[in-house]
């Protein structure tokens, strides 16, 4: 209510940059509340075309889990508002008409709130490319590929040691939240294939393995991990990641035993 109030004053009264600094605090204030309620939100099981069959390079067919947008498209959302707040507030502290050393005062704390708009809105160009990059789950009947936007995966089935699923920290011990994670651990380190990266922003925790977070995609966590794991262990079924016939088993859950 602060920030809408300012900006219904701001375009009352005719000034622009009271307006969108009221409007950037408004729409920075919606989407936090926005991107909770989707943290919090229950996934369903399955949903009707979020699981499909995509064509490889190699002609054949394998069933893909594209990974869900809306976090990064609301992520880019907030740090490019975030950013445009963050400059509004150090070009009102600019602007002001004090003087002498409050005027001085005013200046070097503009200083840090630049720094952080530009920071903020570097993020949101970031994010806006990786939403460019198809980043989804892949199983055939080869192996899983994982594109999560910073690094790209690939395992043949043969070559899983084991399907583990874990409550882990994906940044090691730096951000102290655990959350679900699918780990396909390799029999050798050297057989994930790493296809692709962002050579200055990637991840460097689970090189050692491929790291799936369920929150990620739009399919239950567990179903999820019994799906790895049932594939892992029927190599005799793996035919059916080419047809329709896993997406059928995927919804009707008979991936458990």
Do not use: C
């Not at 990786?130 to 395992?155: I, M």
Request: no cysteine; hydrophobic share 50%.
């Amino acid at each position: 209510m602060y920030y809408a109030a300012i900006t219904v004053g701001g375009l009352s009264a005719g000034d622009g940059g009271r307006a969108l600094f009221g409007l950037s605090g408004l729409l920075v204030s919606a989407l936090f509340v926005v991107l909770g309620a989707l943290r919090l939100r229950p996934h369903r099981p399955t949903s009707a075309g979020r699981i499909l069959l995509e064509h490889n390079e190699n002609g054949g067919t394998s069933v893909a889990v594209p990974a869900s947008r809306s976090s990064f498209v609301l992520g880019s959302l907030l740090s490019l508002f975030g950013g445009v707040f963050l400059l509004m507030m150090a070009i009102t502290r600019i602007a002001s008409h004090s003087s002498g050393s409050a005027q001085a005062a005013r200046l070097l704390l503009a200083v840090p709130l630049l720094a952080a708009a530009i920071a903020a809105i570097a993020v949101a160009a970031l994010l806006a490319a990786v939403l460019r990059v198809p980043r989804r789950l892949v199983l055939s009947e080869q192996g899983v590929h994982q594109n999560n936007g910073a690094l790209d995966q690939y395992l043949p089935w043969a070559a899983i040691a084991e399907v583990e699923p874990v409550r882990a920290d994906p940044t090691g011990t730096r951000s102290k939240r655990r959350i679900p994670m699918v780990l396909l651990h390799p029999t050798i380190p050297s057989d994930i294939a790493i296809l692709w990266r962002f050579r200055w922003f990637r991840q460097r925790t689970f090189l050692d393995a491929i790291s799936i977070q369920p929150v990620t995609y739009p399919v239950d966590g567990g179903l999820l991990y019994y799906t790895l794991r049932f594939y892992w262990q029927h190599p005799e079924l793996r035919h059916e990641l080419g047809s329709d016939g896993a997406i059928e088993r995927m919804r009707r859950g008979d991936v458990v035993g």
